[in-house]
């Protein structure tokens, strides 16, 4: 027969039970923290050991001063921008736009030259000027020979300056001025004025001009050209054309490489008349051309005048024009003889007084 529980021993087997749930669960747990805190990282790092201040540091790195032994570096400043260089002008058009076609030319009216140099103030002492805007093509040297024309040269001033610089030539005016009462000797001033120019600046171009001679047109350009060049083809004097086709007076254009090449002009042709003929002959036998511009560009009116004292026509001309060829080389540049008497530097062009010789010196 089966003995009879005891009273309360139903609720000990329970609360045994509880207690070994518990147990384990505190167990189960005890051992999760465990695995975990070895796995991860520590809830609470220790921060990082502080770097030990310089051996010579008595203050914070923030205020730290430098050594007694060492200055103190300047804070470098920023470069400051260099000015920009100034630009170089680049050439001149050609043709300048500044040119306005033909141009009414009268010689009623007296000229001033304290007026004429006052609205060309861009003229040099000398008669020296080059455009500022852009650089010239050529540079010129002009030639005009002379002696007692002082009325004919103001209305050459008066008109000329202002075609040259709408020309856009770098350019100087030269009036070679014969002294003394010899007959007067129009292509030895020439060959002068060649020569003296040249002193004072590296012409590339020389225009020879009469000085009674006044361009129509400002299109008819002072400057040279691959072939020397005839200027002045339709003048007032010959009705507005050529009066023969080897016509080479009155105002001309050579290189310097042209001009070499003939020897200059002859020295020899003392009065009027025949030298341009022989510069003529000298071109041509030299193999160069004659360009001109169109009969209507090259309009120029002449200063009517009375035939100078002294430059009476000169008898042996035709003779002398007969025997270019074998006068050539011997008579020019490398014979020219002559004595600067004086040189002025006037506000509008420069003035040279040459004693030239006689016929027979």
Sequence with gaps: MKEPSLPGTSLQRACRLLVA????????????YLAGSALGPPRNPEPPPR???????????????????????PRPQPASPSPPLPLSPGPCPEPSPLLVGALRVEFSQPVNLEEVARINPQVKDGGRFAPKDCKALQKVAIIIPFRNREEHLKYWLYYLHPILQRQQL?????????????????AKLL??????ALKEYDYDCFVFSDVDLIPMDDRNTYKCYSQPRHLSVSMDKFG????????????????KEQFTKINGFPNNYWGWGGEDDDIYNRLVF?????SRPDAVIGKCRMIRHSRDRKNEPNPERFD????TRETMGSDGLNSLSYKVLRTDKYPLYTKITVDIGSPNS
């Design 170 to 186: 770098d350019y100087g005016v030269y009036v070679i001025n014969q002294d003394g009462e010899e007959e007067f000797n129009r």
């Design 320 to 323: 002398r024009i007969a025997h």
């Design 21 to 32: 749930f518990c147990a384990l669960h505190l167990s189960a747990t005890l051992l999760y």
């Design 240 to 255: 507005f054309r050529l009066p023969y086709n080897q016509y080479f007076g009155g105002v001309s254009a050579l290189s």
């Design 286 to 290: 030299k193999g160069m051309g004659i």
């Design 51 to 73: 770097r030990p201040p310089p051996a010579n540091a008595s203050q914070p790195l923030s205020r730290q001063t430098p050594p007694t032994d060492a200055r103190p570096r």
């Design 191 to 196: 060959n002068i004025g060649f020569t003296e």
